[in-house]
């Protein structure tokens, strides 16, 4: 005596795709994954399956048949299909399909990977989307920003809380966004509003900046000198505040309009750049210094779990970490975690030899990076900061290997 399972592959290998899909409708029991169990070794017969389950209607065990012989990108639809956007977001990324995974994971609720695929991909204004839904106002904010959607950007901003770790970055670029619709009173009162009762430091630095700035555009010169004069008191070589204060002070007031932030990580690096020059590399370079290389670096922001850096791969960028953690792992075991300031990639200037470790994000890290070839190119047309350079480099050389033998 036949089973139901044994009917309806019978019926399927003799190809009587409608009699079998009759009799898989009229059986109450899940037999899908049992059918598929049984198929799976004869890709063939799982061919004829699906199209059992496809004219069945059961696009879940559909997409299950793709997925056995590895055409994730046609699992990816089924699954679709299936309503299951979050298990087609999983196919399409195994798929290399990086924007078809974003939409379906924001199909899918699943906003923030949404917008992090989105962020790779360059799609700004999509990722701006995704980080609204997912309620993070900042990130939604800072995207819509630098993609041109300055009407939406500005609310998304100006909604971050003053105990948010993202206050002051997110005041910084609302009163950017509010300058250049034109609106730079309502820039200044933000400005105002976070620095009230706040001394110059290396986090409000560039509020100060950026408050002198519109206050110049704005024509007042006096109010522009005097918080200019405050920057000076903290720190002469931050940025181009002698410059800036010298032009004003002798009533250079033609100077160009404010220049727009790329990204959040943007002003809060050029203020970190001078921090590292206590413990990083480049600690002998002058601000001035550090400036004519900034440029160089790119700008890059990694979700929690990203592998950065992959043991055995080609080490072709140097890294410096501005905001979060990472891990350095050897063989799968942790060997060190990095924080602000930390260097990593920078062994590759030496010997070319693949990467020694894998690195991986921790926490959601903002991160300057630079390829090994444009770097040496940036030393090698620079012969006072390749100097400082390899002087640091051969004293941090020297205490690793102190350290190694101890």
Same mark, same amino acid.
């Given at each position: ?28 029991? %899940?037999?899908? &994954? ?18 059992? #389950? ?7 065990? *559909?997409?299950?048949? #793709? ?63 995704? #980080?609204?839904?997912?309620? =993070?106002?900042? /990130? ?17 901003? /100006?909604?971050?809380? %003053?105990?948010?770790?993202? &206050? ?13 619709? !034109? ?26 900046? !950026? ?38 002070? *002798?009533?250079? =007031?033609?100077?160009? %309009? ?35 290389? &900034? ?30 953690? *990472? ?12 924080? %602000? ?31 090994? =070839?444009?770097?040496?190119? *940036? ?10 350079? &390899? ?16």
């Amino acid at each position: 005596m036949q089973t139901e399972i044994e009917r309806i592959e019978a019926l399927i290998a003799s190809e009587r795709v409608a009699d079998a899909v009759a009799l898989l409708s009229e059986t109450r029991a %899940p037999l899908g &994954y049992q059918l598929i169990e049984r198929t799976a070794r004869d890709g063939h017969r799982l061919g004829r399956l699906a199209k059992v #389950f496809y004219e069945a209607r059961s696009f879940r065990m *559909v997409a299950l048949c #793709f997925e056995q012989v590895g055409s994730f990108s046609q699992a990816g639809k089924m699954y679709l299909k299936a309503n299951d956007a979050l298990s087609a977001a999983e196919m399409f990324w195994r798929d290399g399909q990086e924007l078809e995974a974003a939409q379906a994971y924001e199909q899918g609720g699943e906003y923030s990977k949404a917008a992090s695929l989105y962020l790779r991909l360059d799609e700004v204004a999509k990722a701006g989307t995704a #980080f609204e839904k997912a309620g =993070d106002g900042f /990130q939604a904010g800072r995207c819509l920003l630098q993609a041109g959607r300055t009407d939406r950007a500005i609310p998304l901003l /100006q909604s971050v809380l %003053p105990e948010s770790e993202h &206050y002051l970055e997110a005041t910084l670029l609302a009163a950017e966004g509010l300058h250049q619709a !034109q609106l730079s009173a309502l820039g200044v009162r933000r400005l105002e509003l976070a620095l009230e009762q706040r001394e110059v430091d290396a986090e409000t630095a560039p509020l100060f900046r !950026q408050l002198a700035l519109i206050h110049r555009d704005l024509g007042d010169l006096t109010t522009a000198r005097s918080v200019l004069e405050r920057l000076a008191a903290w720190n002469m070589g931050f940025e181009d505040t002698t410059e800036l204060l010298s032009r004003l002070t *002798v009533g250079m =007031d033609d100077i160009s %309009p404010v220049e727009p932030l790329d990204d959040f990580m943007d002003a809060r690096t050029r203020a970190g750049l001078e921090r590292l020059k206590d413990h990083a590399l480049l600690a002998d370079c002058s601000l001035s210094e550090l400036r004519r290389i &900034y440029d160089h670096f790119e700008r890059k922001l990694v979700e929690p779990g990203t592998p950065i850096i992959s043991e055995g791969d080609a080490g072709r960028f140097l890294f410096i970490l501005v905001r979060g953690r *990472v891990s350095v792992r050897r063989g799968g075991e942790e060997i060190a975690q990095l924080t %602000p300031g930390s260097w990593f990639g920078e062994m590759s200037l030496v010997d070319e030899e693949p990467a020694s470790a894998t690195v991986v994000a921790l926490d959601t890290c903002g991160m300057l990076s630079i390829s090994l =070839d444009d770097f040496r190119h *940036v030393l090698d047309a620079d012969a006072e900061v390749a100097r400082k350079f &390899y002087k640091q480099f051969s004293r941090e050389l020297s205490q690793r290997l102190r350290r190694a033998q101890a």
